[in-house]
Nanobody, 115 residues
Framework: QVQLVESGGGLVQAGGSLRLSCAAS????????MGWYRQGPGKQRVFVVQ??????TYTDSVKGRFTISRDNAKNTLYLEMNNLKLEDTAVYYC??????????WGQGTQVTVYS
């Protein structure tokens, strides 16, 4: 069972940048669907971005500011976040679909944006 662990969250000033990492305990070479969700305080968990069969899809609110990438050699998924806004404050979760029956989720990493 491949596990995912997020890191890189923290406190950042509005307009700043942060890079989140999602390290997998096993190979992600064969995984064609990975991405990120987030959950703000008192809100539902919502879609942020996905990589699906080579195609990247972002939610409108992060387009032009966030960039998803992966490094298969390091078994790691990344989320680069630029020009952060107060509304980006949330717990960020990564996921990877290893099979129809197996989707792994990380434990989440807190991102807090302040003015």
């Amino acid at each position: 069972q491949v596990q995912l662990v997020e890191s890189g969250g923290g406190l950042v000033q509005a307009g700043g940048s942060l890079r989140l990492s999602c390290a997998a305990s096993g190979s992600i070479n064969s995984v064609n669907h990975m991405g990120w969700y987030r959950q703000g305080p008192g809100k539902q968990r919502v879609f942020v971005v996905q990589l699906l069969s080579g195609t990247t899809t972002y939610t409108d609110s992060v387009k032009g500011r966030f960039t998803i990438s992966r490094d298969n050699a390091k078994n790691t998924l990344y989320l680069e976040m630029n020009n952060l806004k107060l509304e980006d404050t949330a717990v960020y979760y990564c996921y990877a679909v290893f099979s129809i029956a197996v989707t792994s989720w990380g434990q989440g990493t807190q991102v807090t944006v302040y003015s």
